[in-house]
């Protein structure tokens, strides 16, 4: 099966620093990935569409600035925190659409998540 | 996107099948019915879609009636570690615009 995997898996900051979170599909091209995140005992909350090659659609209520996302290839986007602080704290999870013979499978595998702490 | 609505937590116990029912009411001609298992701290896997009638992979069957208002996840034969959370998620198929919202999803917890 399509294997998605995220770097680092945790990492702990100090406030006001800035962290990079990767998602990087292993063994197929993602064209479209998404970004979740998700606190504790809650459910998923998508952040962003990313597209490769172009501009992340954010979902409303996620700032942009803070947080950026690069897809600049067909397996790898990335999700920086910028100027983190303790409310950021959270487990963020990629996912990759699946795509067959350039159709979309409506089908996304999600990576293990990056549980970021800010202290 | 089509709303859903799923119990908040289920019990049940080894052996048994496990059977967790979802409502979208609201759901349109083009949208597939997909469902994940989350552990915790882990990133949602996938378990099975389906658009109509009945789909049955290894690990669960999915069935969906003919007005597609409701789907139902079932799982034969649960053991301790099909403790999760079950999200039913719909959404449109292709067009390269596949958002997937999550809802509260479905807690299940087997016991001994």
């Known amino acids: 099966g399509a294997v998605v995997s995220q770097h680092p898996s945790w990492v702990i900051c100090k406030s006001g620093t800035s962290v990079k979170i990767e998602c990087r599909s292993l063994?197929?091209?993602?064209?479209?990935m998404f970004w979740y995140r998700q606190f504790p005992k809650q459910s998923l909350m998508l952040m962003a569409t990313s597209n490769e090659g172009s501009k992340a659609t954010y979902e409303q209520g996620v700032e942009k600035d803070k947080f950026l996302i690069n897809h600049a290839s067909l397996t790898l986007s990335t999700l920086t925190v910028t100027s983190a602080h303790p409310e950021d704290s959270s487990f963020y999870i990629c996912?990759?659409?699946?795509?067959?013979?350039?159709?979309?499978?409506?089908?996304?595998?999600f990576g293990p998540g990056t549980r970021l702490t800010v202290l | 996107l089509a709303k859903t609505t799923q119990p908040i937590s289920m019990d049940s116990y080894e052996g048994q099948e496990v059977n967790i029912t979802c409502s979208h009411n609201?759901?349109?001609?083009?949208?597939?019915i997909t469902w994940y298992q989350q552990f915790p701290s882990q990133g949602p896997r996938f378990i099975i879609q389906g658009y109509k009638t009945k789909v049955t992979n290894e690990v669960a069957s999915l069935f969906i009636p003919a007005d597609r208002k409701s789907s139902t996840l079932s799982l034969p034969r649960v053991s301790l570690s099909d403790t999760a959370v079950y999200y039913c998620?719909?959404?449109?198929?292709?067009?390269?615009?596949?958002?997937?919202?999550f809802g509260a999803g479905t807690r299940l917890a087997v016991h001994p």
């Open positions: 063994d197929f091209q993602a064209t479209t």
């Open positions: 996912s990759a659409e699946i795509y067959r013979d350039s159709q979309s499978t409506d089908t996304q595998y």
């Open positions: 609201n759901i349109a001609t083009n949208d597939y």
């Open positions: 998620l719909v959404g449109p198929f292709s067009g390269g615009y596949n958002k997937l919202i």
